[in-house]
């Protein structure tokens, strides 16, 4: 476990040394953060803020993870193969997410139309089919672990539409979530480190250092998005974080674990779905609009509900990591 933990550390120390000079620049870009006039007025302050902040910890996992599997070129077993998949996930999904960043800033000069939720769902179904189709055929993956049941259970091409469901369902789960100081960088560094120790239990050591190597990565982010936060994580972060959790929890075979793992994902997600189905259907068959939250996400729900910004982001974070220790616990039967 020294391995991987080490990973996590240099991870840190490599990001967090950039971190001043990534929001200098930024700034200088002008690529300030848009508030959503919808949200709580609370929030307004924040207008401005850099955003597309996944940058800092997507370039210090990947350098690292290119670097050791240079390093395996010249005969170092450092790394396996098989990490180049969340590798892959991580670059394509951050590289989605910057593009939406990107055109956000845009829209709010007035010279763009940005990405629409119809054009940007199909690439993340393709995006997420490549990958899907990578760990089948060139991995081997296509079986799910029960807890309590030593074998694992081939379920053949089901497999392919059910890791193509679950990269892209974790990957918005995560988006919705990035709405508070902090909030979805500590879940998510919870749920990595959940998966890192499962994948280290299994004997995959290479996943497992690569999911600490991303926790050490999001550490030195949360440096600098803690509240009052400095940066934003930004689509760039957090499309990048959804899918690396989806596609590590299919190459463990446990994700059936998922939705206790990343709890606090799943409930947000869930959220914004009753919200919306909700207010149309009541609108339909009532004639009036029924909405059982305040406002979705869910952290807005419980802001609006007399929260602090931080209470919030610390009780989520809290059921975050019990859940993840669920989570593993279930692994190990």
Known sequence: MSYPLTLGALAFFLAVIWGDPLIRLLKRQQMGKRIRIEGP???QVKSGTPTMGGILFVAAVVLITTGLNLANLLGFTLIGESVLTPMLAMLSFAALGMMDDVAGIRRRRGDAQGLL??????????????LALIMYWRLDIHSIAFPTIPERIDINGWWLLIAVFIIVATANSVNLTDGLDGLAGSIAAVCFAAYGFIAYLQGQVWLAAFCFTTVGALFAFLWFNAYPAQLFMGDTGSLALGATLGVVALMTGQWLLLPIIALPFVAEALSVIIQVLSAKLSRRFLGRDIRPFKMSPLHHHFELGGWSETQVTQRFFLIGLLASMLGIALALL
């Not at 939720?117 to 089919?129: C, H, V």
């Open 117 to 130: 939720a119809r054009s940007k769902l199909p690439i993340q179904i393709i995006l997420a089919l490549i």
């Open 41 to 43: 007025a609370s929030h």
